[in-house]
């Protein structure tokens, strides 16, 4: 299996065959908004590929000066799941050399945490109220884990490159209200 960057043909084929399929059109971005914020290298993508057969893939929000990525999207193919590759997706973002870390953003009441927690990515302490749905800011260290007081940072960098006016609207990104579990990472 290899995770490879997606070159501009295969990301836009991918988001036209997949994303604008599996996705809520409340979460999607128009496709020249996506074309304008790659030809600006504020958006990539990974494949995670096993003969030349794609099984899944993660698209991201970036910025050329950051090491972080946000996950904008991402996708087990259908018949590929429940085979162990999104796991294996994010173990192999750990091997990229260029990123230090990914940001993901998951709704308050999503089961996936205990998912997460298993592969090594772990609860930051923030919200973000930014979407209709609060979502907690979850983070997959791929190199070293920053201090908790630089995550927000990191992240509203990232939100700069899609939040118009984000500046403006950073308080909507918060500490949570509840302590993190016992065994969490702030």
Do not use: C, N
Request: hydrophobic residues 40%; proline residues 6%; aromatic residues 14%.
């Amino acid at each position: 299996m290899t995770l490879k960057k997606l070159e501009e043909k295969e990301l836009f084929l991918i988001y036209r065959r997949y994303v604008l399929k599996f996705f809520p059109e409340t979460v999607l971005k128009a496709e020249d908004h996506v074309r304008y914020l790659y030809l600006r290298r504020r958006y990539t993508g990974y494949g995670l590929y096993e003969g030349g057969r794609l099984l899944a893939f993660g698209l991201f929000i970036t910025r050329p000066d950051a090491q972080e990525l946000l996950l904008d999207y991402f996708v087990v193919l259908k018949k590929y799941r429940g085979k162990g590759y999104a796991e294996q997706f994010f173990r192999e973002m750990k091997q990229l050399p260029d990123v230090a870390g990914v940001f993901l953003e998951l709704p308050v009441d999503s089961e996936a945490g205990s998912f997460l927690r298993r592969i090594g990515i772990y609860p930051t302490g923030l919200v973000s109220e930014l979407a209709p749905t609060k979502a907690k800011i979850w983070y997959e260290p791929v190199r070293v884990s920053p201090d908790a007081e630089v995550l927000p940072v990191k992240l509203g960098r990232l939100y700069e490159v899609v939040v118009p006016g984000f500046k403006e609207k950073r308080e909507l990104v918060h500490r949570w209200d509840a302590e993190p579990e016992s065994g969490e990472r702030a």
